[in-house]
């Protein structure tokens, strides 16, 4: 790769990096929104999302493994960011296939990880517009050579994009009018996420308040990103003209835009706004602390007045919920091995495991995979549905969960002590260190943790800590 001009000078993953600034913004998640449908739109990318992503059954997951995953490749660390690019390969390599067209993808291909940058230098060029501050064409040059730095990262190098940003443009009008594609993904991404979107962590227990909420949201977000894309592709894909969209697109924006000038950086920060979100994401105290505290006290009102059934209640915790909830990751009715995958991705992710552990826990997970489909797959076709787990929930293979449960003890036991400490425990559940799992110890004995995962991972017993890992 010969480096253009700008990316001569620029320095991607320093203090004055255009990227880094923008990527701790929370309005950029508009941004995001925007490139996420034009990423589904391209063939390849909408067939690995339909097939492999846990982004509808688990948005928040996936959104928060987004932003880790995103300030691990900005790390001004050189051994971190390297660290995550070959993860994040890894994790890619992984997923492969074929789109109900025969068509095959890879998530590793060159071409269609560019559009992925690609997306997101355009749409957060379009953000800026949209929010009344167009950039220069020194800003938006710099811009774009920090993108192609970061795609080098990941693939070596940056040939895949364009070299300047006037060579830009046309590569992007080409791929919108003669590549992209109307496709499961954007259809589920448009009409099916942000209108039936789980509620976040921290509303979880206030169903109702979330119901109404996002009866609301999840139309106008739908019309808000609809209204923002290339007009071309929303004429190719025949998306919805809805009266005032246009207006409420333009009003989000500038709102948006106009809140990240005049509001402290603290309330306007991504982390900000994960942590009102989701309440592990983030153990400090911030700006948002006291509304989640409030929203932490309406909820527990709420429950009082309309009290719901135990959640650790192993009666009340039916085979049905527990294929939907843990099981079935992608949401797609039925187990197969991106299911299983999902969750070694999740956990791999999490705890940040090297390529020996990461390859340790995906091998554990195949081996239970191929348990479940001797056991479970009665008619041969690959994959188990609900109909075929719940006609043999109660005899699930186990040597392979063993094995699962053993190889997540080792990696989460870093000090190699036989003993999962609370350190080590908020590592892996992001919540505090239960003692009464352990009785009075102070640690958690490997056969301990072993006869949990397993108690959890059969459906026989709902865990909270395990349904924050995988759920």
């Not at 449908?37 to 982004?55: D, K």
């Not at 989701?278 to 932490?296: I, L, M, T, Y």
């Not at 690959?382 to 003890?409: C, M, N």
Request: aromatic share 10%.
């Amino acid at each position: 790769m010969t480096p253009t001009a700008a990316e001569e000078t620029l320095d991607v993953f320093g203090p004055d990096s255009m990227l880094r600034s923008l990527v701790n913004e929370a309005r950029w998640g508009l941004a995001v929104a925007r490139a996420t449908v034009l990423e589904a739109a391209y063939p390849q990318i909408g067939a690995a999302l339909i097939g492999n992503s846990t982004f509808v059954t688990y948005p928040w997951r996936r959104l928060r493994n987004t932003l880790t995953s995103t300030q691990r490749l900005l790390d001004p660390d050189q051994h971190v960011r390297n660290r995550e690019a070959t993860r994040l390969n890894r994790l890619h390599a992984r997923i492969a296939g074929s789109d109900p067209q025969g068509r095959r993808y890879d998530a590793a291909d060159a071409e269609a990880r560019a559009w992925v940058v690609a997306t997101l230098f355009e749409s957060s060029v379009t953000m800026y517009r949209l929010g009344g501050e167009s950039l220069d064409r020194t800003a938006t040059d710099r811009l774009y050579a920090e993108f192609r730095t970061v795609l080098a990262l990941l693939e070596g190098n940056s040939d895949h994009l364009p070299p300047t940003v006037r060579e830009f443009w046309p590569y992007f009008d080409d791929i919108v009018h003669h590549r992209l594609e109307n496709t499961e993904a954007v259809r589920v991404i448009l009409f099916r996420l942000f209108a039936n979107v789980p509620a976040p962590p921290l509303l979880r227990n206030s169903p109702a308040v979330w119901a109404a909420s996002r009866a609301v949201a999840g139309p106008m977000a739908a019309a808000i990103t609809i209204a923002s894309l290339p007009e071309p592709l929303c004429r190719r894909l025949a998306l919805p003209d809805v009266p005032g969209a246009r207006a409420l697109m333009h009003g989000a924006y500038l709102g948006a835009a106009w809140a990240s000038r005049l509001l402290p950086n603290d309330w306007v920060s991504v982390e900000s706004f994960m942590s009102l979100l989701d309440p592990d994401h983030s153990r400090e105290a911030g700006p948002w602390q006291g509304v989640r505290r409030k929203a932490g006290q309406a909820a527990a009102l709420f429950r009082l007045v309309t009290p719901a059934p135990d959640e650790d209640d192993p009666v009340t915790y039916s085979a049905d919920r527990f294929f939907a909830e843990v099981l079935d990751q992608t949401g797609d009715g039925h187990i197969a091995w991106p299911d299983l995958a999902a969750m070694a991705r999740e956990i791999a992710t999490r705890l940040d495991l090297d390529e020996p552990d990461e390859e340790r826990l995906f091998n554990a997970y195949a081996a239970w995979w191929r348990e479940l489909q001797a056991g479970l797959d009665s008619d041969g076709d690959g994959r188990v549905t609900r109909q075929e787990y719940a006609a043999a929930s109660t005899s699930l293979p186990s040597a392979g969960l063993i094995k699962v449960a053993d190889v997540l003890f080792d990696v989460t036991d870093v000090d190699d002590d036989q003993a999962i400490d609370a350190q080590e425990y908020q590592k892996l559940f992001r919540r505090a260190f239960h003692r009464d799992l352990t009785g009075t110890a102070d640690t958690y004995s490997r056969s301990a943790f072993v006869r949990q995962f397993l108690s959890f991972m059969s459906g026989q017993q709902h865990s909270t800590a395990y349904s924050s890992l995988l759920t």
